[in-house]
């Protein structure tokens, strides 16, 4: 598998917004306004005393060909890889361990198809969604089967989810008439809906592969399109809140601007030709400490942390031009105590640094031309 590091950077050339549209949520929310001009521009060597790789097993039976989402269980990792409809788990070394593919199929307990998974942390259970057979698949940790349940075609058409508490999930829609849909299993009912959808949300692209994640037992929502907003998902009402709107005063891009009804492509133009006036978002992370906001600026990807405790901002450049070591490219995820990055072989050149452990430094050396991807964790300095 080839990720180009140069390609991974260009692919999140996208755009950000403020939305007029009917509110449905919470206006009590926090405004953020980073004057990204005057940012302090640092380095991995501020923010990160370490830098490890993980270098994922590959043989006949884990071979990836794309990283479409990971999450962390245990310390051991789950990857999906949606072309090939299978969830590869493998240790904290890179070792593999399993896959889905065996149970890939048409039996009772098997899936069809898998278009997203989310883990229950209390137990282990990993919720696959079966999007062609209207179902949520429930597997433990190790691939065996615990129970199908059955999905009302009223969710239709849904593209992500995530696993809430009890009998109680929520979807994501960029096609519905609302963008989030919580959903009881056991009631087989809609509790509630939030969010209108954009009319240019079907036009844009996708730079946030997961558009929910959790911190402290609250769940976030940012769309997967380039957006300002992050919002907490309320769920004792079935509704969500406006947590944060992200600003950069004169460079904040409005929707207002841009024409509707074109296609990707002219999206994508667009901010090739104006990201030297405006900011635009593509990634926002956050662990208990430091919030991640990565954006496409006059040309480069900025990586900016904006630490929760004295409110102080700093900056990473990302400047494709300059083709030098030590870029720090969009987290996959974030924990309190690592920095989550993907590359190939190809492109670890990209990332290399002094803060490399003596240890990855070796294992650097047995690396195959077509391996497996490769996790990069940046270790969070204190």
């Known amino acids: 598998m080839k990720l180009s590091y140069k390609i991974i950077f260009i692919l999140l050339l996208t755009y950000c917004f403020s939305c007029d549209l009917a509110k449905d949520y919470s206006v009590d929310y926090k405004q953020v306004n980073i004057n990204v001009d005057n940012l302090p ?40 890889d949606r072309g090939q409809h ?9 070792r593999f361990i399993s896959s889905t593919k065996s149970i890939h199929g048409q039996g009772p307990e098997e899936y ?23 179902k949520i698949k429930v597997y433990t940790k190790d691939f065996e089967f615990v129970e199908n349940i059955k999905l009302a075609s009223e969710l239709l058409p849904f593209s992500k989810f995530k696993y809430l508490k009890d009998d109680l999930y929520v979807f994501y829609s960029k096609r519905r008439n609302k963008t989030i849909v919580f959903y009881s299993t056991t009631r087989d009912s809609i509790l509630g809906e939030a969010l209108p959808v954009n009319e240019l949300s079907e036009h844009l692209p996708i730079v946030q592969e997961s558009p929910f994640y959790s911190l402290n037992g609250q769940t976030y929502l940012t769309h997967q399109y380039p957006n300002n907003d992050l919002y907490k998902l309320d769920l004792d009402n079935y509704t969500i809140e406006k947590k944060i709107e992200y600003g950069f005063l004169e460079k904040t891009f409005n929707i207002a601007n841009i024409e509707k009804g074109q296609d990707m492509l002219y999206y994508q133009n667009y901010i090739e030709s104006n990201n030297r006036n405006y ?42 031009a300059e083709n030098k070591r030590e870029m720090l490219s969009v987290p996959m995820f974030v924990d309190d105590n690592y920095y989550y990055t993907i590359v190939d072989l190809e492109s670890v050149k990209y990332v290399m640094s002094p803060l490399l452990t003596s240890e990855s430094k070796e294992n650097l050396k047995t690396m195959k031309d077509d391996c497996n991807p490769i996790i990069v964790k940046y270790h969070i300095k204190d």
Do not use: P, R
């Open 41 to 80: 521009n640092e380095s991995i060597h501020t923010w990160f005393d370490s830098l490890e790789f993980v270098s994922l097993e590959d043989s006949e039976t884990s071979l990836i060909k794309a990283i479409d989402k990971i999450m962390i269980y245990q310390g051991n990792y789950y990857i999906l």
């Open 86 to 94: 299978t969830i590869f788990a493998f240790n904290t070394d890179g």
């Open 112 to 134: 069809i198809s898998l278009v997203d998974f989310d883990i229950d942390t209390d137990n282990g259970n990993i919720h696959m969604l079966d999007a062609f057979a209207y």
């Open 279 to 320: 900011m635009f978002i593509v990634n926002k992370s956050e662990n208990n400490k430091y919030s991640f906001i990565s954006g496409y600026y006059n040309n480069k990807l900025y990586i900016i942390k904006c630490d929760k405790n004295n409110h102080e901002e700093s900056t990473i450049i990302n400047d494709f």
